[in-house]
């Protein structure tokens, strides 16, 4: 059974620096695309970056290049997303997800539970 | 301002038939890149509907079914049940941004 399992909540204060993982099981972690999609408050979904991790080739979306870093440690099956420093606005619900289907064709077709981010002083 | 525009909402009573319209442009719906869908029922993360050329996920039902004409996508439900509430969301590949992009979202209300 595929499973990815995220890390809890975090609180932090604007500046700080942050972590949070993505856990997955149950399938080849370097054999599928996995990546970020970030959920504000009331808000639509938005992707950020997604990683293969056979090669490690990132791609992000360009609001969000130079903003977060994703990565991945296949020793552990686990993706990362990391802020160096933390903004009020990046407050929000974020979502690993594995992706299915050729390049052009990619869909989600597992997601994580989602890790709640509050950032606020 | 999503590349693909949702209506923020829709709106029918139990047993009725709705649809969700996902419209795009020439560099991703228009391309004929695929469109999926996706259902986020409150305070649950998202899931996989509908995918590549109108298969439905593992475990939905054929209530659920999608189309697509020109540079739109449309998602039908019918026979509309209560648990069906939610927020759906439709996704496909832009050329121009080169990367995938999601609709801005739908709230359905079953009356």
């Known amino acids: 059974e595929v499973q990815l399992v995220q890390s809890g909540a975090e609180v932090k204060k604007p500046g700080e620096s942050l972590q949070i993982s993505c856990k997955a099981s149950?399938?080849?972690?370097?054999?599928?695309?996995i990546g970020w999609v970030r959920q504000m408050p009331g808000k639509g979904l938005e992707w950020m970056a997604i990683i293969y991790p056979g090669d490690s080739d990132t791609r992000y979306t360009p609001s969000f290049q130079g903003q977060v870093t994703i990565s991945v440690d296949k020793s552990i099956s686990t993706a990362y997303l990391q802020w160096t420093i933390l903004k009020a606005s990046d407050s929000a619900m974020y979502y690993c997800?594995?992706?299915?289907?050729?390049?052009?064709?990619?869909?989600?077709?597992?997601w994580g539970q989602g890790t709640l981010v509050t950032v606020s002083s | 301002q999503s590349v693909l525009t949702q209506p923020p909402s829709v709106s029918g009573a139990p047993g009725q038939r709705v649809t969700i319209s996902c419209t795009g442009s020439?560099?991703?719906?228009?391309?004929?890149?695929?469109v999926h869908w996706y259902q986020q029922l409150p305070g649950a993360a998202p899931k996989l509907l509908i995918y590549g050329n109108s298969n439905r996920a593992s475990g939905v039902p054929d209530r659920f079914s999608d189309s697509k004409s020109g540079t739109s996508a449309s998602l039908a439900i019918t026979g509309l049940q209560a648990e069906d509430e939610g927020d759906y969301y439709c996704q496909s590949y832009d050329s121009s941004l080169s990367g995938s992009v999601f609709g801005g979202g739908t709230k359905l209300t079953v009356l």
């Open positions: 997800a594995r992706m299915s289907g050729a390049a052009a064709s990619r869909f989600i077709d597992y």
């Open positions: 149950g399938y080849s972690f370097t054999s599928y695309w």
């Open positions: 020439s560099s991703n719906i228009g391309a004929r890149y695929d």
